[in-house]
Nanobody, 122 residues
């Protein structure tokens, strides 16, 4: 089974923190670079952060720079998103994606998770 499963979403007050996890199953899926995307109501899905397979390289979207940190367990192929100083505008369904590094931000991708809801209240 080659799949991604997100967890860790929930309801948090503005200024609070959450840590999302993305578990990869399958030999191929575990070895891919990983990225987080999010989709808020009425908006297009947008890139949040990415990490290379080795974890040596990361990339962040401007709205989350300085607040979110992506990290991973390369042995397990698991990726995390530490979300600090959360704002109401961070409210969205957060999705994990996998693929080669060269196309991880804009696509194509080789796998997607089902998403986990993050709601930030004011």
């Amino acid at each position: 089974q080659e799949q991604l499963v997100e967890s860790g979403g929930g309801l948090v007050q503005a200024g609070g923190s959450l840590r999302l996890s993305c578990a990869a199953s399958g030999r191929t899926m575990r070895s891919y670079a990983k990225a987080w995307f999010r989709q808020a109501p009425g908006k297009e899905r947008e890139f949040v952060a990415a990490i290379s397979w080795s974890g040596s390289t990361t990339n962040y979207a401007d709205p989350v720079k300085g607040r979110f940190t992506i990290s991973g367990d390369t042995a397990k192929g698991t990726v995390y998103l530490q979300m600090n100083s959360l704002k109401p505008e961070d409210t969205a369904v957060y999705y994990c994606a996998a693929g080669v590094w060269a196309t991880i931000r804009r696509g194509p991708h080789n796998g997607w998770g089902q998403g986990t809801q993050v709601t930030v209240s004011s």
